[in-house]
Each structure stands twice: as C-alpha cells, then as structure tokens.
C-alpha cells in the first residue's frame, strides 16, 4: 500500500510541466503569506512589549520617587500592611459568618424557639 507522500508526488508527476509550475508557485504563494501574517504579528508583540516597558519604567520612577521620602521603618511597615492586611480578611472571611450565625439566633429567638 503506498503511503500518502507518495501518491502525493505520483499526482504531482502526473501534471504537466505548467501545472507543476503553478502549483509550486502556489506553495510559494501560500508560504510567503504566512511568513508576512508571522512577521506582522512579531512586529505588533515587539510593539506592544515597548509599550509595557516604557509603562514599567513609569512606575519604577513613580516608586523610586515615593522609596526616597519614606525612612526603612516605614517602608516595612507599608510591606507589612499590605501582607498582613488583617481587617480586610476579617472583614471579607469571618465578619460575613458571624452575621449569618448572629442573624439565624435571633430569627431562632423571634419563632419562639421552635422549627416549623
């Protein structure tokens, strides 16, 4: 049984010369558009990673900027506040399960105590 790759090339010396021409010319065709679609696309990333950079280095200034008037005790005070940010996770986790729980109570105290 003959593999695909060789029927492909029987069919391909079956055409006559112009036609193999042709052919080849619209492989060439096909593969220089990709490589045009490949290069336009390099082309926008390369943009758009210039656009990231020059965004970093924006914020590296602004930081750098702000770094230079606070003291180190500062500094790691900010680093432990926004790590350690406490009441934001009591608020978010736990707050909103003692409500229920409390709120459950006294719709359990208001019926008298008693299921339906």
Do not use: C
């Not at 082309?43 to 008037?69: A, F, P, W």
Request: glycine fraction near 4%; charge should be positive; avoid cysteine.
């Amino acid at each position: 049984m003959m593999s695909n790759g060789q029927t492909s090339m029987q069919a391909f010396k079956s055409l006559s010369r112009e036609e193999q021409i042709e052919s080849l010319f619209v492989i060439v065709q096909s593969v220089r558009n990709d490589q045009a679609n490949d290069k336009r696309e390099h082309i926008e990333m390369k943009v758009d990673i210039s656009y990231v950079k020059s965004e970093m280095q924006g914020i590296r200034k602004r930081r750098n900027l702000s770094d230079k008037t606070l003291t180190t005790s500062d500094k790691i005070m900010a680093v432990l506040d926004r790590r350690f940010d406490t009441w934001a996770w009591f608020r978010d986790k736990v707050l909103p399960q003692v409500m229920t729980v409390i709120v459950f109570g006294i719709l359990y105290m208001v019926f008298g105590g008693k299921l339906p």
